[in-house]
């Protein structure tokens, strides 16, 4: 008895169709057994990168202990322009405390928010200033990144009261960009408004860095 042509038809559909089914599974399965293996690897990298950034902005002998590892909620995050599940960092010495970490946001930057990580002593010093993401224009804005340019190092030593918080163009301390003004005049006022910042919340901070320190 001869099978007729749709039959036949049918009968490919339905073959590639399992076997296109089949395909997905095992590849589905590959990409989860892959995810599996790497997480632990991927979760390592991402610490690695947080160390990195911490130390880049609190001198090492600021510290003998881990950055990460000391870690608080921030208190009064949003004058940061944080959310308040934020973290601040302390660097201790010996059990004491030496400097702080602070996470910040402008809101003021020419193609969106400058997000940034800012170390300050204890004395109210800037110790580093990191940017850590944004999307200010490639050539111009985007010297504010510290692999295009160590402008960022500017702050160094600065305290609220040994600068003029802004740019030169505003009759201030810190260098603009040529062709580009807003942006380092917005990671300027963000690093004042810390410091403004930590100045009125020296002893939230100190109660914050204590309470995270009994949660540990």
Do not use: C
């Not at 911490?54 to 870690?71: C, R």
């Amino acid at each position: 008895m001869s099978t007729s042509p749709s039959n036949t038809l049918w009968h490919n559909i339905r073959g590639n169709a399992f076997n296109l089914a089949i395909t997905a599974i095992i590849a589905a399965a590959g990409l989860a057994v892959t995810y599996v293996i790497s997480k632990p690897m991927i979760a390592e990298n991402q610490r690695q990168a947080q160390i990195a950034a911490l130390q880049q902005v609190m001198p090492s002998d600021y510290f003998d202990q881990s950055l990460l590892d000391h870690a608080f909620k921030l208190p009064q995050a949003q004058q940061l322009n944080q959310p308040e599940s934020s973290q601040g960092f302390v660097a201790r010495k010996h059990g004491h405390i030496n400097g702080w970490i602070l996470p910040a946001t402008s809101r003021d930057g020419y193609s969106g928010d400058i997000h940034l990580l800012i170390g300050i002593d204890v004395q109210g010093n800037i110790t580093g200033v990191r940017i850590t993401a944004h999307k200010e224009t490639p050539g111009l804005g985007d010297k504010v990144d510290y692999k295009k340019s160590t402008w960022v190092d500017s702050f160094i030593g600065a305290n609220k009261d040994n600068r003029i918080w802004a740019v030169k163009k505003d009759a201030g301390d810190f260098d603009q960009f040529t062709g580009a003004t807003i942006t380092p005049r917005a990671v300027v006022n963000s690093v004042a408004n810390t410091l403004n910042y930590f100045q009125q919340h020296q002893e939230l901070l100190r109660q914050a860095a204590l309470l995270g320190q009994q949660e540990d």
